[in-house]
């Protein structure tokens, strides 16, 4: 499972993810980030991202997210 932030210095979390997508398409990917846009909420989708947690980050949200991710690859 990679759970990665949107923002970092070097690259995006969409970039990570795509990045990840061109390997293996079997990886569990969560992205954090504040409120999306309409259109990173479809990039999301497209990429192939499982869950989304919106900032501030809160410990239920996480576990939720890591559950949902890794019921979807069962």
Request: charged share 20%; aromatic share 4%.
């Given at each position: 499972?990679i759970i ?13 993810a795509?990045?990840i ?5 079997d ?6 980030r504040?409120?999306p ?31 949902k ?6």
């Open positions: 499972m990665t932030d949107q923002t970092m210095p070097d690259l995006t979390g969409l970039e990570l795509r990045e997508r061109s390997i293996s398409n990886v569990p990917i969560i992205l954090i504040g409120n846009s309409k259109i990173m909420t479809e990039q999301i989708e497209n990429i192939g991202i499982q869950e989304f947690c919106p900032k501030p980050l809160e410990i239920i949200t996480l576990v939720s997210a890591v559950n991710a890794f019921n979807r690859f069962k």
